[in-house]
Every structure is written in structure tokens, then in C-alpha cells.
């Protein structure tokens, strides 16, 4: 096990370091039947001493401005979806200046008015104030508007028993009744007559407005606090409201008299990136393919920023860059009481070991790559060590991976993958880094030719190298089981970017085998071409794992 582990990472640090990579187009790297599975150690099993690490490939400088680009005919399912993905992802970006849902998007919560007595009671008997009726901790709705129902309909409750709100946009003042003993009056049998329902607004709230939303959240957050204070925590007495339900007062007045206050929970979310990865875990009990960012209570004496770190640490295994945790929004939660406040923080890189064998291997042929940053990534990504009690898995996915998911596009081979919506802040996160690291990209002609493009089952593969006389770069990966020859697979590439009218230089970078169980959610890469030479599959690998989310990968270097 040791010897394939220092292996694996010699293998990287080839793969990382100079015009070594692609020089022995006709012998494996290392010696022959020897089957690696791709980045099978933890940090903790590498030497301190870091790596030589080449600077990222994207211009940082170059930014240009983003245009729609005609559709090419051709193109297949995927790269289609890809050509889209930066406009269309704008597009979502610009939605995300919304407001967040479960935020009070146009309340005036006037909370001067709340100690104003003489203001409420006129307030709760005008004909026009809306009263947001609840049972337990349902809301009412019906096809996807707030039911509102008007105070005179509510006999014997005045304003000392309802918690104001605020005011609407349109200036009327709203209150929230717990309507569990009155459910049968006549207005809210009306309106379950007209087809409302009462319902759980932290799943329905996505079919609201984002005011409406926003609005049964805080109603519902109030009324199922005033249900969890209703005695004192200090000498058990009865509580009583004051400040039109923004307080509770213990009815002890003589030995007690405490007031309590609404407290909200502090919960970081945060946004943990490596490269062009991110950090996304889920939960047993979550529907299938689903993975959200990493979340955790704050703890009492902690920052935010210290949340962050021991709760990515404690949840993932991985270390977070102390200085690198960045506020980016927040998003009440009140289900019961929660504040999720979102960061954006780079986990600390894994170091892999420093490579002195490439004089072994004196005569490489270099083919015009002097480096893979791609690999670069991958070997950078720290293992996740993933805590069982709180997570089933943690994975690093590829911004082009999560760009398509979040666009809701066809994802190769029908992996099963999705985040939550975007009324939630995970969402909104994940689509302003999108948005932010597509912008840096520098738009070329090959920009929209996807990295990977392989079929399923057992079948022969080209590693392809493409660029443009302005130096641009980039690697594919080509693999088709309908034929039975590398230089048939090169040939197929080479004329369909040609058809797709790209003027791009085209060669291939040697050749392997891969098999692809989609079921099993396995590749295996391997073998060598005759004609080519053997690709080296650790760079196959990385390009690979960025369209192949959940798939285990293995390398042989048995030709
Ligand atoms: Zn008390």
C-alpha cells in the first residue's frame, strides 16, 4: 500500500511539473501492473515540503466581455449545454440581486408603533388590516399567494392577543393570530371552502413571492416562539406579551418581572473552495444525488470566522485558510430560529511530494504542454475525512460540473446531482462564485469545446491537445466505443472542430483505454495506443473527474 501511495503521488508531481508529463509517448511511467486508485491518500500521508506549483492557466487580466455565441451544429447533447452555460448563468446571477426568500422583502416592521397601544387597537379594528391566520406552525395559502383574514372575523381576540408585524407596502397593518381554537369561523372556513390550505412554509415557500415568503416566515418564526416561551426561564411563571408580541413578560412581578426577547440562532454556511473545486457534502437523509454547502452553529465564545473553520474541519476534515473566510450574504431561517450567515473560504491545499526521479526517464520527447494545471488541482485537493454522525459524504466538485447543475442541464451518463434552490442560500452562494470565476475565463475559440466527451462501457481514448496562434491551450478527452482505432477517435475529433468552423491546431497526446460503468459510477483508465503511444492517464484522470462527479476513478499503467 505504501509503495502504490508514493507512486501515486511521483505520478503527480510528473504530472505537475514541467515538460516532463507528456515525454514518454511509448512506456508506461512507472513499472507495469500496477493499479493505482486516483488520489488515495490523506494530506496527513505527505511530506511537508511542498511541491513546485505553476501558476493557473485563465488570465486573471484578460477579462472579456461575454457574448452569446451562435449555436454550432454538431455539437453533442453536453457541449451544447455547455455553450450556454457562462450567458445563462449571468442571467441566474442577476436574478440572485433579489432578495433571499424567508427575508421581509417590503415590511416596514415600525417598531415605534409596537408600545403605541392607543395606535394598535385602532390598527387591529380597521376593516383593511390583514391578519395572517396559523394553526401550530402552518401557514395559510392557496395557489401560491398568502391568505390573509381580517381581525373583526375573529371573535373575542383584540389586539393584546395578536402580534403585529409591521406594515405592508401599501402602508395597511398586519398582524399573526394563532387561529387553533378558532378554526371554524366563518372566514377561514371560507377560505378552506375556496380551496386554501395550511401548509409548511419552509417547503412551500419557493411557489410565494419573495415578499410573501418572507412574510410567513416571520410570522410563523414569532408565533412558534411565543409557543416555546410561554413560561419563564428563570422562575417558571407564566409569560405574558408586551411591545405587541416582541416581548414576553414573567407575570411574577413581584420576585421576577423578566422579559425575554426574540433570539435568533447564528449559523454559518460557508462556501469552501480549492481551485476551481467545491466543497459540498450531504446528508443520509436527503434525496438521492443531493449536496448542499457545509453548515454549523455557531458556538458561545466563537466568531463567525472560527465557526467556519471548526465546522468545515469537524464536518469534512478539512482545514480552512485562517485569513481567508469571507462574509458574502446572510438568509434568515426561521424554522425555528436560525440565521444562516454565508462565507466564502479557501481550504488549505494539499502538498504533494517533491518529485527526483525525472532523470530516470532522460529521454522525454516534449510535445509543446509544459503543464497541467488541471492536475495541479486535483493533487491540491484535500481528502475529505467526513464526520459519519453529521454527513454520509463530501465530495470536491468542478465549477463546470456545478455551472451545469446549477443550470439545470442534462448531466453525461444521467448522474443524479442536484443543490437546493434558489430561494435558499446555498444556491446563491454557489451561483455568485460560478458567476465570479466564469468571468475570469478567457474567452477563446475553444472555450465552448467541452473537456470531456467519452462514451460508456470499454472502449479506446485519445488524449487531444487544441489550440490557437495566440497560444491558448486546452486538453480534451475522446473516447468512442463505435471505433475500433485511436487515430479513428483523433480523425472524428479533428474534422468535427473543423466543421464546427475552429480554427484551432489539433494533436493528440497518445491514447489508452478507459472503462465506464455509469451504474457503478467507476472509471477505469488504462492500456496504451499503438499508433499514439500511452496518454498519461493521471492527466486523464483529472480532466475526467471534472465531468464525472461521484465516479471512483483507477489508473493502470499496464500497457
Ligand atoms: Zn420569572
Known amino acids: 500500500m505504501l509503495l502504490a501511495l508514493s507512486s501515486v503521488m511521483n505520478l503527480s508531481h510528473i504530472a505537475s511539473c514541467g515538460k516532463a508529463l507528456f515525454g514518454f509517448p511509448n512506456r508506461p511511467l512507472v513499472g507495469n501492473l500496477r493499479t493505482l486508485t486516483l488520489l488515495s491518500f490523506s494530506s496527513s500521508?505527505?511530506?511537508?515540503?511542498?511541491?513546485?506549483?505553476?501558476?493557473?492557466?485563465?488570465?486573471?487580466?484578460?477579462?472579456?466581455?461575454?457574448?452569446?455565441?451562435?449555436?454550432?451544429?454538431?455539437?453533442?447533447?453536453?457541449e451544447e449545454a455547455r455553450s450556454f452555460s457562462i450567458l445563462a448563468t449571468q442571467a441566474t446571477a442577476t436574478n440572485s440581486k433579489q432578495s433571499l426568500f424567508f427575508a421581509d422583502a417590503g415590511i416596514q416592521r415600525a417598531t415605534e408603533l409596537r408600545t403605541d397601544s392607543a395606535w394598535l387597537a385602532s390598527a387591529f379594528s380597521r376593516k383593511d388590516a390583514l391578519v395572517v391566520p396559523m394553526i401550530g406552525m402552518k401557514n395559510m395559502v392557496n395557489s401560491g399567494k398568502a391568505v390573509y383574514i381580517s381581525p373583526s372575523s375573529l371573535p373575542g381576540i383584540g389586539h393584546g392577543d395578536a402580534i403585529f408585524l409591521g406594515l405592508s407596502e401599501d402602508k395597511l397593518p398586519?398582524?399573526?393570530?394563532?387561529?387553533?381554537?378558532?378554526?371554524?369561523?366563518?372566514?377561514?372556513?371560507?377560505?378552506?371552502?375556496?380551496?386554501?390550505?395550511?401548509?409548511?412554509?419552509?417547503?412551500?415557500?419557493?411557489?410565494l413571492s419573495a415578499y410573501e415568503a418572507g412574510l410567513l416566515a416571520y410570522a410563523r418564526g414569532m408565533i412558534e416562539w411565543h409557543s416555546r416561551h410561554?413560561?419563564?426561564?428563570?422562575?417558571?411563571?407564566?409569560?405574558?406579551?408586551?411591545?405587541?408580541?416582541?416581548?414576553?413578560?414573567?407575570?411574577?412581578?413581584?420576585?421576577?418581572?423578566?422579559?425575554?426577547?426574540?433570539?435568533?440562532?447564528?449559523?454559518?454556511?460557508?462556501?469552501?473552495?480549492?481551485?476551481?473545486?467545491?466543497?459540498?457534502?450531504?446528508?443520509?437523509?436527503?434525496?438521492?444525488?443531493r449536496y448542499s454547502l457545509l453548515a454549523g452553529f455557531v458556538e458561545i465564545g466563537e466568531t463567525f470566522e472560527m465557526?467556519?473553520?471548526?465546522?468545515?474541519?469537524?464536518?469534512?476534515?478539512?482545514?480552512?485558510?485562517?485569513?481567508?473566510?469571507?462574509?458574502?450574504?446572510?438568509?434568515?431561517?426561521?424554522?425555528?430560529?436560525?440565521?444562516?450567515?454565508?462565507?466564502?473560504?479557501a481550504a488549505v491545499k494539499n502538498k504533494c511530494e517533491p518529485y527526483n526521479g525525472l532523470e530516470a526517464h532522460g529521454d522525454a520527447v516534449p510535445v509543446g504542454i509544459e503543464r497541467v494545471p488541471e492536475v495541479d488541482e486535483v493533487n491540491a485537493l484535500p481528502r475529505p475525512a467526513v464526520d459519519v454522525h453529521e454527513l454520509e459524504d463530501a465530495k470536491w466538485i468542478h465549477r463546470t460540473f456545478l455551472n451545469a447543475v446549477l443550470l439545470g442541464e442534462p448531466l453525461p451518463h444521467g448522474q443524479v446531482f442536484n443543490v437546493p434552490g434558489n430561494y435558499a442560500i446555498a444556491n446563491r452562494l454557489?451561483?455568485?462564485?460560478?458567476?465570479?470565476?466564469?468571468?475570469?475565463?478567457v474567452q477563446w475559440a475553444g472555450s465552448e469545446v467541452p473537456t470531456v466527451d467519452i462514451d460508456e462501457g470499454t472502449f479506446k481514448y485519445v488524449l487531444i491537445n487544441?489550440?490557437?496562434?495566440?497560444?491558448?491551450?486546452?486538453?480534451?478527452?475522446?473516447?468512442?466505443?463505435?471505433?475500433?482505432?485511436?487515430?479513428?477517435?483523433?480523425?472524428?475529433?479533428?474534422?468535427?472542430?473543423?466543421?464546427?468552423?475552429?480554427?484551432?491546431?489539433?494533436?493528440?497526446?497518445?491514447?489508452?483505454?478507459?472503462d465506464h460503468n455509469p451504474d457503478q459510477r467507476t472509471l477505469l483508465v488504462y492500456s496504451s495506443s499503438q499508433a499514439f503511444g500511452q496518454a498519461d492517464h493521471t492527466v486523464t484522470s483529472a480532466l475526467l473527474r471534472q465531468a464525472y462527479a461521484l465516479h471512483t476513478f483507477t489508473i493502470s499503467w499496464d500497457p
Open 230 to 289: 410561554q413560561h419563564c426561564g428563570r422562575c417558571g411563571s407564566k409569560m405574558e406579551m408586551s411591545e405587541a408580541g416582541h416581548s414576553l413578560k414573567c407575570t411574577n412581578s413581584d420576585s421576577c418581572g423578566r422579559l425575554s426577547y426574540p433570539r435568533m440562532d447564528p449559523a454559518v454556511i460557508m462556501l469552501v473552495t480549492c481551485g476551481n473545486y467545491i466543497l459540498l457534502g450531504r446528508q443520509a437523509r436527503w434525496d438521492l444525488g
Open 45 to 78: 500521508q505527505c511530506c511537508s515540503s511542498s511541491c513546485r506549483m505553476f501558476p493557473p492557466s485563465k488570465d486573471l487580466d484578460g477579462l472579456l466581455p461575454l457574448t452569446r455565441k451562435t449555436q454550432k451544429p454538431g455539437l453533442r447533447r453536453w
Open 466 to 514: 487544441i489550440e490557437d496562434d495566440q497560444g491558448h491551450q486546452k486538453l480534451l478527452v475522446r473516447g468512442r466505443k463505435a471505433l475500433p482505432y485511436h487515430s479513428d477517435i483523433f480523425e472524428q475529433t479533428r474534422k468535427s472542430l473543423k466543421e464546427l468552423g475552429l480554427n484551432l491546431q489539433v494533436s493528440q497526446l497518445g491514447g489508452g483505454r478507459i
Open 430 to 441: 454557489m451561483q455568485s462564485w460560478v458567476k465570479a470565476e466564469n468571468a475570469r475565463d
Open 307 to 345: 465557526a467556519v473553520a471548526r465546522e468545515t474541519k469537524e464536518e469534512a476534515g478539512v482545514t480552512v485558510e485562517s485569513d481567508s473566510v469571507r462574509y458574502e450574504s446572510s438568509q434568515p431561517w426561521p424554522f425555528p430560529s436560525s440565521l444562516m450567515v454565508g462565507f466564502h473560504c
Open 174 to 207: 398586519i398582524f399573526v393570530v394563532n387561529v387553533e381554537d378558532l378554526s371554524s369561523t366563518d372566514e377561514v372556513k371560507e377560505a378552506l371552502d375556496k380551496g386554501a390550505e395550511w401548509v409548511d412554509v419552509k417547503k412551500y415557500g419557493p411557489s
